[in-house]
């Protein structure tokens, strides 16, 4: 669905969670009062609920805070403000890390930062979709270019969520942690997830699009289609409001100096803090490649930010990629 200028008005007038009638509604977007009713039952198609109450009006079922550049430019450091080239927020795209990978392909800067209220088609992966209701969550993508080649950055997704564990501790939130390869996890339940897209020449220059995905508030009738347990921060911290803006400008100040000094420090500098945030280890696990299913107790990883699962046969087995499944049960 496009979001229309008038809706955009709607969501910025009702942003607040109060009441707002429809003569004042009709009034501030000069249309009819049918009309307003109309464009407000378009909005359920976006992920969001309103209410209406005779004598009262419209309100949201859930108060928004909208992105602005200038509220995330104040929470932004000067150290960070410095590696950000340019910085977009899209009332909607169809992916932030698409956006941004064709970019790349027109010579777009290193820096360039692009976030998005809501996403047509946005991308988790090995090609799943990645809900994304209007207004609720971070959509955050980062082009960053290198020059040693993707061997150079092997490894790049583990220390982004050691960013992102980072800035939600900043952030007041705790009890957060990580799954193997890139996804954020707590109790359990996936928060978030990291997708890093690689392009250019093997031993030469290349660019990363390095995209995260965290629920702050996504609402059950959203998250139907998920096939995985789930979370939000809202959930986890019992707080309805979660301050967006605040929370894109802490994003970025850990995101960004650990992407720009990467390849030059590489995966080691962030083992023993992954480590430390590892949902994973001692766990009893299947890790999926392709058609194929290891199972075993998960080790940790090794020095090259590999997965390690301990066979059946008790020998200890090294995993580039693939996809975990676990339990909470953990080796006595």
């Not at 270019?145 to 939600?168: T, Y």
Request: glycine share 10%; proline share 2%; charged share 20%.
């Amino acid at each position: 669905m496009n979001i229309s200028d008038k809706q955009k008005k709607i969501l910025t007038l009702l942003a607040d969670g109060e009441f707002h009638s429809g003569t004042e509604l009709a009034v501030e977007l000069g249309i009819s009062r049918s009309a307003v009713w109309k464009q407000l039952n378009g909005l359920a198609e976006l992920g969001l609920s309103h209410s209406a109450v005779s004598g009262k009006g419209y309100r949201l079922d859930k108060s928004l805070e909208l992105l602005v550049a200038s509220k995330i430019n104040e929470v932004v450091n000067d150290q960070v403000g410095a590696l950000i080239s340019s910085l977009e927020i899209h009332d909607q795209i169809d992916s932030t890390n698409r956006y941004l990978v064709e970019r790349a392909q027109n010579n777009a800067l290193s820096g360039s930062v692009c976030f998005a209220e809501y996403q047509t088609a946005g991308k988790g992966r090995r090609g799943r979709q990645w809900v994304s209701p209007y207004g609720c969550n971070i959509y955050l993508s980062i082009l960053w270019r290198f020059q040693q080649g993707p061997a150079a950055i092997s490894g790049l997704s583990l220390a982004v969520g050691v960013a992102v564990i980072r800035a939600l501790k900043e952030h007041k939130i705790d009890n957060i942690g990580l799954k193997w390869p890139n996804d954020i996890y707590s109790q359990g339940k996936k928060l978030g997830g990291i997708l890093v897209e690689v392009s250019g020449e093997t031993d030469g220059p290349c660019s990363a699009v390095i995209g995260l995905g965290l629920n702050l508030f996504l609402p059950e009738s959203e998250a139907q289609s998920i096939t995985q347990a789930w979370t939000d921060l809202s959930r986890i911290t019992g707080q309805n409001r979660l301050f967006r803006n605040k929370l894109a400008g802490i994003l970025l100040n850990h995101l960004l100096p650990v992407i720009a000094e990467y390849e030059s420090v590489g995966i080691k500098a962030y083992l023993d803090e992954w480590r430390d945030y590892d949902c994973l280890s001692g766990k009893v696990a299947t890790l999926f490649i392709g058609q194929q299913q290891f199972e075993g107790i998960v080790q940790g990883i090794d020095d090259n930010g590999m997965l390690l699962i301990k066979r059946p046969d008790g020998n200890v087995q090294t995993f580039a990629s693939g996809e975990v499944s676990f339990s909470d049960s953990v080796l006595q």
